[in-house]
């Protein structure tokens, strides 16, 4: 149903958080959102899970959106994913209008451009390690013989040399995060969306998951976009959108303030 026949009326937000940080001409603008909103209707309400939304993600950037239950962040990285379409706004990712995607482009554009890291790992059971990277490749159809040598390469890259014949059961959380971390980066995405990737590991595995993340997105140069409501694991990245009630309403740099976690240590670099 159109919530915009009931008469609600919508200010276009523009708080300016593009311009926080002057970049050099030469990076790309990955993501765009541009005065987002998610309206749903609750009986005879309506209400607001996006209020408003602007920023801009640049290329190899790994970014946060922090908040509690019910903030809208989820909700954001859906809409960031191609998985939900605005009320109204635009997000272009890569330059593709996802807003104007029909439901086979949508899947199209996600299938050859990202990445996905669920809080649950969905691994599946009855595949061992090396299958369960694999698997998204075969829905590309790459022959069996190129995929599970780049499943390989993406499990020696998690540091799961020991663990590709391991079934999910035989393997600890974190491990299985590691799995997971693996499967996103085998279809070589741009852009890699983690949704809470460390909600169930305990604090020490989680540390250790956020460590490799950032490292190995770094590394391979992605752009990497997580949700998450603890601001301790945001420090991880290089910057933190936090939203509220549907808002952005503050965006830090934590390589301007010093706060960014260190790829080895996991200590606060201190500039």
């Not at 050099?24 to 309506?46: M, Q």
């Not at 540091?159 to 590691?178: A, F």
């Amino acid at each position: 149903m159109d919530v915009w026949s009931c008469g609600v009326e919508v200010k276009e937000k523009t708080h300016g958080f593009d311009r926080c940080r002057e970049r050099s001409s030469e990076v790309k603008k990955i993501i765009e959102a541009k005065h987002l909103f998610k309206l749903y209707r609750v009986g005879d309400s309506i209400v607001r899970a996006l209020n408003g939304v602007n920023f801009s993600i640049y290329e190899g950037e790994f970014c946060a959106i922090v908040g509690t239950s019910g903030s809208g962040k989820s909700t954001l990285l859906n809409m960031l994913a191609g998985l939900e379409k605005p009320t109204k706004g635009e997000v272009i990712i890569n330059g593709v209008h996802m807003e104007k995607l029909n439901e086979d482009g949508l899947v199209k554009f996600r299938r050859e451009n990202v990445g996905f890291i669920f809080q649950s790992f969905h691994l599946i059971g009855t595949m061992n390690a090396v299958e369960n990277v694999a698997l998204p490749l075969s829905f590309r159809g790459v022959p069996k013989s190129k995929r599970m040598k780049i499943a390989n390469e993406m499990l020696d890259l998690v540091n799961l040399k020991k663990h590709k014949k391991h079934l999910p059961n035989q393997m600890s959380g974190g491990q299985q995060q590691r799995v997971g971390v693996a499967r996103a980066l085998v279809v070589d995405p741009k852009i890699i969306f983690a949704d809470e990737p460390t909600g169930n590991l305990d604090s020490h595995t989680s540390e250790e998951v956020m460590r490799l993340m950032q490292k190995v997105v770094k590394e391979q140069k992605k752009t990497l976009v997580m949700v998450t409501h603890d601001n301790h694991l945001a420090e991880y990245a290089d910057r933190v959108f936090h939203i509220i009630d549907g808002e952005i309403v503050k965006i830090v740099d934590n390589r301007e303030q010093g706060k960014e976690k260190s790829e080895e240590s996991g200590k606060e670099r201190k500039q």
